[in-house]
């Protein structure tokens, strides 16, 4: 089955509007949607969706350092903000959509290239009609250890 895109290859609203929140992310895992484009610049993607539960897999590389030879906390802020404001939307209904309004981010320790994958895993704790709130935390997929926590707060509209 061919899906109408946008003219930047994305989901249009009404293809967003007519399925709930886990079911849009499923049609991004299962490549029925184009993924997000700063997933291809940054080195990340979609890797398990639940209920109020979204989880991405990202490689570090040196595309990615800051000028003192390690992964840029915007890295680290990128792949929390999407797994955590992804875990609001899988508990949203059809016709609604949400944005940021704030995050945090606190790095445990320093990602290397070397470091190897990283599973970024977001859960939601509320999910209300006007907002929703997330936690996350990136760890290594191989070493299994803590390199990062966050939380955001999101609001929720209608589409």
């Keep these: 089955m061919k899906i109408a895109q946008s003219s930047a290859g994305l989901p249009t609203l009404e293809q967003i509007a007519a399925k709930s929140g886990r079911e849009f992310m499923e049609a991004v895992l299962n490549g029925e949607f184009a993924a997000a484009p700063i997933g291809i610049t940054l080195g990340f993607s979609v890797h398990e969706i639940g209920d109020g539960r979204a989880v991405f897999r990202g490689e570090p590389s040196f595309s990615v350092y800051n000028p003192i030879g390690s992964v840029h906390g915007g890295w680290f802020g ?34 290397f290239a070397s470091s190897g994958p990283v599973l970024a895993i977001g859960d939601a704790t509320h999910v209300g009609r006007r907002t929703g709130v997330a936690e996350g935390r990136i760890v290594g997929e191989q070493d299994g250890k803590l390199y990062a926590t966050g939380s955001t707060t999101c609001i929720i509209m209608d589409i």
């Design 78 to 111: 990128t792949l929390l903000d999407s797994c955590m404001a992804c875990a609001v939307q899988t508990a949203l209904p059809k016709g609604k959509t949400y944005t940021t309004l704030e995050f945090k981010v606190n790095i445990i320790r320093p990602l």
